[in-house]
């Protein structure tokens, strides 16, 4: 069965240190999302991209955030410097585009950061 | 204000106690309401796409109706491993890409 590929699964880094997360999304998606999930709380959405253009990047914190998806199929997010407030699951989600946008995203696992 | 509310936040039952979640929802054009089971530690699992009044679907003991402004997922003589954190998200259709607006889940716990 297709997933959706994410690493690492866990991440310890120290304030104000640079870290790297990484998506594989299912064969022929075309559209990816990074949401970031609070212990607690709902996802919610970091950015979009379409496949190497970004669709949506309005909540993504762009002073330390930044996210790429260089040839359309996988993609890095990255945070530098990290804060403490920025301990959370990172989760990876796509979708296929048909004709109908009501189809539903498909999830990884997700990356427990923890900044200490 | 939340666009999509969920309730209650939490809910203990016995084996075998059927119950109901609500979401309910305040967006301008609703292109799909989307149930996700998730497991503590893990991404959530799709269960159910929900597109307008009336529509219900079924999965195993889990069942989602859909009105104009709230969901129910209807849980039937639930099972321990039905214990998991139920979200509700909804896609509207004014906004500039297709990423889902989640509530903050109901966890449930079922126990033998």
């Known amino acids: 069965e297709a997933e959706v590929a994410q690493s690492p699964r866990y991440k310890i880094t120290e304030k104000s240190q640079a870290v790297a997360f990484w998506c594989d999304p299912i064969?022929?998606?075309?559209?990816l999302y990074w949401y970031r999930q609070i212990l607690g709380q709902g996802p919610e959405l970091l950015v979009q991209?379409?496949?190497?253009?970004?669709?949506?990047d309005s909540q993504l914190p762009k002073d330390r955030f930044s996210a790429e998806r260089l040839k359309g199929v996988d993609s890095t997010l990255k945070i530098q410097p990290a804060e403490l407030g920025d301990s959370a699951m990172y989760l990876c989600?796509?979708?296929?585009?048909?004709?109908?946008?009501?189809?539903?995203?498909?999830f990884g696992q997700g990356t427990r950061l923890t900044v200490v | 204000e939340d666009q999509v509310t969920q309730s209650p936040e939490a809910l203990r039952l016995q084996e075998g106690e059927s119950s109901s979640l609500n979401c309910s929802y305040t967006?301008?054009?609703?292109?799909?309401l989307f149930w996700y089971r998730q497991d503590p530690g893990k991404g959530p699992e799709f269960l159910f796409t929900?597109?307008?009044a009336g529509e219900e679907k079924e999965k195993e003991r889990l069942k989602a109706t859909l009105t104009k402004k709230e969901s129910f997922l209807h849980i039937t003589a639930p099972k321990p491993e039905d214990s998991a954190t139920y979200l509700c998200?909804?896609?509207?259709?004014?906004?500039?890409?297709?990423?889902?607006?989640f509530g903050k889940g109901t966890t449930l716990s079922v126990s033998s």
């Open positions: 989600a796509s979708r296929s585009t048909g004709v109908s946008q009501g189809t539903e995203a498909f």
């Open positions: 064969s022929g998606h075309a559209t």
């Open positions: 991209f379409q496949d190497e253009s970004v669709v949506d």
């Open positions: 967006v301008s054009g609703l292109r799909g």
């Open positions: 929900l597109y307008s």
């Open positions: 998200a909804v896609r509207e259709a004014n906004q500039a890409g297709t990423a889902l607006i």
